[in-house]
């Protein structure tokens, strides 16, 4: 991604659907505390910084979690997509399109008007319909 002073910064993992814009940035000691200079880390601390101001959600997450608490980091990861997902719906929606809505953002995949006719109980024509709102 650019950053703010139109220089390229690479994320570890960014999940980005719609509007969301979240990212785990995998920090190893070796590279980020033990052996870093001051100016690499005023740099990685400058970085995160300009990541939230653009509206970044940042989880910072230690590599030896992977390998050691790997439930742990799963958790985050999915606290991080839950953020988004729990997000609400327009008010001036039915409540077939805000539950059709909701019903796409939990899936995290594209879907079907079969699918969506089978959770919302209706016909699969009236669920092409309602497609428009997803």
Sequence with gaps: MR???????YL??????GDAKGVIE?????????????????????????????????IPIAY???T??????????LSLIGKF???????DLSW????????ARRLLRPLTPAELADH???TTRHARTLSFVI
């Design 12 to 17: 570890d993992l960014a999940y980005m659907p």
């Design 26 to 58: 995998v920090q190893s000691f070796g590279s980020h505390a033990r052996d870093i200079e001051a100016w690499r880390f005023k740099d990685l601390c400058l970085r995160h910084s300009h990541l939230a101001l653009d509206g970044w959600v940042v």
């Design 85 to 91: 997902v729990s997000t609400g719906v327009p008010k």
């Design 3 to 9: 950053d703010f002073s139109n220089g390229y910064r």
């Design 96 to 103: 077939l399109e805000s539950e059709s809505l909701l019903f």
């Design 68 to 77: 050691d608490t790997p439930k742990q980091c799963q958790q985050l990861v």
């Design 64 to 66: 030896s979690s992977i």
């Design 120 to 122: 919302l109980k209706v």
